[in-house]
């Protein structure tokens, strides 16, 4: 079964500093990665897909089959990147997210 | 072009009760899925639809029963309510593709007492 697995529920860190939130996946087929993030008080929105090899608001996510990896960064943290980020894998049809991780950045 | 639109947005239930949450889409998707979003838990699939007429279980589907008798339509039941469904439900639609977005919806906020 696909599993995806986010290893921090909180990651603090001050305006200005490099993040890096981590996302591990166990899919065996070809995976499709998506970063998603939900703003206070706001629906989830996407944020990241691996195959548009994009970056928006400053951040990047690289997909590494050999650690099964799609870390999501941004050099430069900024207050308003606080929200809680999730990882997704469609898989087959199915979406499964990691359980979450919150980014505070602070002042 | 609304996107996707659940109703309602809050309701408070007793134990034992029953209610239908509705999820509507107007961009013509395939894909429906309904996700409870608990703290720490992240969000669990609790079923999905690839099109109209079928419906598949996910993660967490106890308790909860859905229909898609119309495309654009996509319905959680729940038959008898208990306090562990107390949570925050989205539903969220797609193209079908595994390449494509889901669109969510502003969520749900359900208490059982």
């Known amino acids: 079964a696909q599993r995806v697995t986010q290893p921090e529920k909180l990651l603090s860190v001050f305006k200005g500093a490099p993040v890096e939130l981590k996302c591990n996946y166990s899919?065996?087929?070809?995976?499709?990665l998506f970063w998603y993030v939900q703003y206070s008080r706001q629906r989830l929105q996407l944020l990241l897909r691996h195959i548009s090899r994009e970056s928006i608001k400053g951040f990047t996510a690289d997909l590494n089959k050999g650690e099964t990896s799609f870390h999501l960064k941004k050099p430069f943290a900024q207050e308003e990147d606080s929200a809680m980020y999730y990882c997704a894998d469609t898989g087959f049809q199915k979406l499964v997210f990691g359980t979450g991780t919150r980014l505070l950045v602070s002042p | 072009n609304a996107g996707v639109t659940q109703t309602p947005k809050f309701r408070v239930l007793k134990t034992g009760q029953s209610m239908t949450l509705l999820c509507a889409q107007d961009m013509n998707h395939e894909y429906m899925y309904w996700y409870r979003q608990d703290p720490g838990m992240g969000l669990r699939l609790i079923h999905y639809?690839?099109?109209?007429?079928?419906?598949a279980k996910g993660e967490v589907p106890d308790g909860y029963n859905v229909s898609r008798l119309k495309k654009q339509n996509f319905l959680l039941g729940l038959e008898s309510a208990a306090p562990s469904q107390t949570s925050v439900y989205f539903c969220a639609s797609r193209p079908a593709g595994s390449n494509s977005p889901l669109h969510f919806g502003n969520g749900t906020r359900l208490t059982v007492t």
């Open positions: 899919y065996s087929g070809s995976p499709e």
């Open positions: 639809s690839v099109g109209e007429g079928t419906t």
